[in-house]
């Protein structure tokens, strides 16, 4: 049943479609990573591929949000619980936002809450198989609360903010929160207070 499922103006299409701005990145897990850095408690923090991929995973059961209208019910996303990241490299206590980085410098921001929602992941497997390379191989992060540009895939780390700054998508014309649920597409539609000034 997706009856109450779909936000207002999406639609259920065939298949998953690809959509990303730029090429698709080659994984080289010799020199990747996955930093923490910017507003962190004691110090930055780095995994290797190796260390990274042998962390505790979590599974959340989510439906996904583009704003072309598209959605995707029921992923199934396996990966490392972002609450737990943000426990084992604590933040400031006066960060409220951060920056997901991705590959070819892809990035969008975000709540602290929104990040540490429990139903907000770095995936690294959906439906039990590890990613494709065009959805994100080998990271994304899921936050289905949001629209899905704010799920960059290939992810190389997080930013810790003290004060909102915009992503890649939320400089360009889309909006800084991007609740589906009220149709936050366009940065034109921002209140006073949802934002930097663009
Ligand atoms: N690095 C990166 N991540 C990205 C994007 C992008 O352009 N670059 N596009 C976003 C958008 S707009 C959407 S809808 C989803 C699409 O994910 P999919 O290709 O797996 O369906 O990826 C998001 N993550
Ligand atoms: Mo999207």
């Known amino acids: 049943m997706t009856e109450g499922r779909l936000p207002p103006g999406q639609y259920l299409p065939r298949g998953w479609p690809v959509l990303h701005y730029g090429p698709v990145p080659k994984f080289k897990p010799d020199t990747w990573d996955f930093r923490v850095f910017g507003a962190v408690r004691e110090r930055e923090w780095s995994w290797t591929w190796g260390e990274f991929s042998a962390l505790p995973t979590t599974e959340v059961r989510a439906d996904f949000h583009c704003v072309t209208k598209f959605s995707l019910l029921d992923n199934e996303w396996r990966g490392v619980s972002t609450a737990a ?7 400031t206590p006066d960060v409220t936002h951060v920056m997901i980085w ?3 410098g892809y990035s969008a921001n975000m709540t602290l809450s ?3 929602a429990a139903d907000t992941v770095l995936a690294t497997h959906h439906g039990g198989e590890p990613l494709a390379p065009e959805h994100g191989f080998p990271v994304r992060l899921v936050c289905p609360r949001l629209y899905a540009w704010k799920g960059p895939k290939w992810a ?3 930013e810790y903010l003290t004060a909102d700054r915009r992503g890649f998508w939320e400089e ?3 909006h800084n929160i991007g609740d589906p649920w009220l149709e936050q597409r366009y940065s034109y539609q921002e209140a006073p207070g ?3 000034v663009v």
């Open 85 to 91: 990241l943000v426990e084992a490299v604590p933040p």
């Open 102 to 104: 991705a590959e070819y």
């Open 156 to 158: 190389r780390g997080i």
């Open 114 to 116: 929104d990040f540490t």
């Open 172 to 174: 360009r014309g889309y």
């Open 194 to 196: 949802d934002g930097p």
